[in-house]
């Protein structure tokens, strides 16, 4: 698909409807007006269609546009993390990212896109370092601004964030980045800057922390006098989620929308302090004038305001995906030219976690369900037929912060039924006195009143309907069946948002009410993942699974109504795989280690603690390059790691993040059907 030059130019035709921003406040009581400085709920503004102001759908970005669900939501596509994209260092390659986001917006009635990221790569630690475009403010306003300007040609309004200075993950919402005002203004301004005259953006959102000992959500010098009255903004400024910390100060400095809904720090607050003369009523509008103006923007693009959300496919669309995962890849070394790979080895061999589990995207809020991702290895494979060659694979060392995810060995109960079950009890109604007893398979003493069917190992519900299960004193059950593939010894991990146990095979396994422990899991919002050992499972054999809990009292900056996540693995020794590796690539033409981190480690809620690539990857790196000379190491990963093992390596690409067709855009660069003329955007040591 081509995008012409009308839309990069920002001069789409509207759809000839329209919205007098005026009229509809003139026609607005207060009541009215204290609602739209709030969200409806956590992805919708207020609406009042008889007044002709429509509730505006927000979605998070910024490599996806994931729709209004975490959980059991419908697939989007993943594009290149921001990294990846600026590594093309192409403003072209930026807007049509920009365009495609916002034809997967339109796909789920998204007005507004939660995205570009622009702060800056302070630390390459920092969990969210990927999501951003570079440690160079220039690079990234300018790719940012292009990025911006294709997607609100395209009709989906650009959101950049978090404005600013919020870039560490640690404490992210009471620390205070105390900077000089020169680098405030040369160093993390200036990206922001220079995106909003290139794309002029019709939404920004605040970050968490302090600047200088004052939140960013209550910065009237930030959001009035640079953004307004320097740089000509004339748009809405929302909070990040739970952003807000005031009410009056808020307000005055142009914090216009407090999200998600319904507002803490707005409503009946806002009474209360226009009574006591803190607030009037013209420090409201102005605000609700900004709010008024995105929902113009929704109006006059000619986009839905319906409930209903599907996916976009199509050859053009994977075709630009497939390119744009190849732009995002870096050719670091190729000192001994065995790239690109041609006719010549007839037995290739692929190592590493990432080769054969695709990492499509960094973690928390970048987040999407891909509706398919190519994994390294088969695409590898597919261009390794193409050459007359065969691939032989070798995990070699796992990537795990927290225990892989169990889903895969979850059976249903029914032929092409969903693997789990999860079943909530709201006051009054209760299981029983018992439910949180050392006992498995305790019968309820009543029905649930919801109940649904589950898919995944990993639940974070935190929007959509299950929110109205965020009561006090409210009791869950989840259950499944676990079938190991593998006889052995078996190491199963559990972390919850709330307090509940883990029944493994009728028995109490993991108990986490009394002894729970607050970790980084969840948005922080979880326990601690705690592990056990399971000794002797059979292959085949079903075990029951069983989590019950009850809900006790938020355990973070949000209600969840309970989360859980499960984690198995059969035990090994990391150095017998090690060895079977190194064997393997002595006994092959050409060897490919893929090795990196992935979204448990690169993700929105803490940062990372070390450059170390985990695990073993290390020592599997140094052994097949000491096996083979003919080895290609590759790097996927959203920010820098340190290779101890660089001078012994002479081939290296670097593979960013890279979407749905992360696989074939790292096949393409091997297998010289793409040019690798990425540079990197940020320093590796």
């Keep these: 698909m081509t995008i012409s ?6 001069n789409a035709k509207k759809q000839g409807k329209t919205f007098d921003v005026d009229a509809v406040l003139e026609k607005l009581n207060v009541s009215e007006k204290i609602a739209l400085l709030a969200g409806a709920d956590m992805w919708h503004t207020a609406g009042f269609p008889a007044k002709g102001v429509p509730s505006v759908r927000l ?12 959980t059991n939501g419908t697939p989007s596509n993943a594009y290149p993390c921001a990294l990846g994209i600026a590594s093309a260092w192409d403003d072209k390659h930026a807007a049509e990212i920009g ?5 997967e917006a339109k796909a789920k009635n998204v007005h507004v896109v939660l995205g570009p990221t622009l702060n800056m790569q302070r630390s390459p630690l920092g969990g969210r370092g990927f999501e951003a475009f570079s440690e160079d403010p220039v690079l990234c306003g300018q790719v940012a601004g292009a990025y911006v300007k294709g997607m609100q040609a395209n009709g989906a309004a650009a959101t950049p964030k978090h404005f600013v200075c919020n870039d560490q ?36 959102m605040t970050g ?13 010098w930030l ?9 000509g903004f004339d748009g809405c400024v929302m909070s990040d989620w739970t952003g807000v910390y005031s009410t009056d100060i808020s307000i005055k400095a142009g914090m216009d929308l407090e999200m998600p809904g319904p507002g803490v720090f707005r409503g009946d607050q806002i009474r209360r302090q226009m009574s006591a003369g803190k607030l009037a009523e013209y420090d409201l509008d102005l605000c609700v004038k900004s709010v008024l103006k995105l929902a113009k923007f929704a109006v006059e693009s000619g986009r839905s305001f319906e409930t209903g959300e599907t996916s976009v496919d199509g050859d053009d669309v994977k075709a630009f995906m497939r390119r744009a995962a190849g732009e995002a890849q870096v050719l670091l070394k190729n000192e001994n030219n065995l790239l690109p790979i041609q006719q010549g080895p007839k037995k290739i061999a692929v190592f590493g976690q990432n080769a054969s589990q695709p990492v499509a995207t960094g973690g928390g809020s970048a987040t999407v369900k891909s509706a398919y991702v190519v994994s390294p290895l088969d695409a590898i494979t597919q261009a390794a037929k193409e050459i007359g060659a065969e691939v032989e694979y070798n995990l070699g060392a796992g990537v795990h912060l927290h225990l892989p995810p169990a889903k895969k060995y979850f059976q249903p109960k029914e032929a092409g039924g969903q693997r789990a079950t999860l079943e909530f009890w709201l006051p009054p109604n209760s299981p029983g006195d018992d439910w949180l007893s050392d006992a498995a398979n305790v019968a309820p003493s009543s029905a649930p009143d919801h109940t649904s069917g589950q898919d995944d190992s990993f639940l974070m519900l935190l929007d959509g309907d299950f929110m109205q299960m965020a009561v006090a004193d409210q009791c869950h059950r989840y259950t499944t069946t676990f079938v190991p593939d593998e006889s052995g010894d078996w190491d199963i991990g559990m972390a919850t948002c709330g307090n509940a146990n883990l029944y493994f095979d009728g028995k109490l396994l993991i108990e986490n009410n009394e002894n729970y422990k607050q970790g980084e899991l969840f948005f922080t919002m979880g326990s601690e993942e705690r592990r056990v050992v399971v000794k002797g499972l059979v292959k085949g054999q079903a075990y029951p699974i069983e989590v019950r809990g009850r809900f006790k009292y938020g355990l973070g900056f949000m209600q969840l109504p309970f989360g859980v996540q499960l984690g198995a693995q059969k035990i090994v020794d990391p150095q017998d795989m090690i060895r079977a590796s190194a064997k393997l690539a002595s006994a092959s033409d050409l060897a490919i280690v893929i090795v990196g981190v992935t979204g448990e480690f690169e993700t929105e809620g803490f940062d990372r603690k070390t450059l170390d ?24 990963t959203g920010m820098p790691v340190a290779m101890p093992w660089l001078d012994q390596a002479h081939t290296l690409v670097q593979s960013f993040y890279g979407g749905n067709e992360v696989g074939n855009g790292i096949a393409d660069v091997l297998f010289g059907k793409v040019n690798p003329s990425g540079r990197l955007p940020v320093t590796f040591p």
């Design 5 to 10: 030059t009308e839309l990069l130019n920002g």
């Design 59 to 70: 979605s998070d970005g910024p490599n996806g546009v994931r729709g209004t669900l975490f």
């Design 99 to 103: 365009h495609y986001l916002a034809d």
């Design 169 to 204: 993950e640690f404490e992210r919402q009471s620390s205070d980045s105390i900077v000089p005002m020169r680098a405030v203004r040369e160093i993390y301004l200036e990206p922001f800057r220079i995106m909003q005259k290139i794309g002029n953006p019709r939404a920004y």
């Design 208 to 220: 968490y922390n302090r600047l200088n000992g004052l939140h960013v959500s209550e910065n009237h």
């Design 223 to 231: 959001l009035t006098q640079v953004l307004r009255e320097e740089w």
């Design 613 to 636: 690539l985990p695990g073993a990857q290390d020592d599997l790196v140094k052994a097949v390059l000491a096996a083979n000379p003919n080895t290609i190491v590759v790097t996927q």
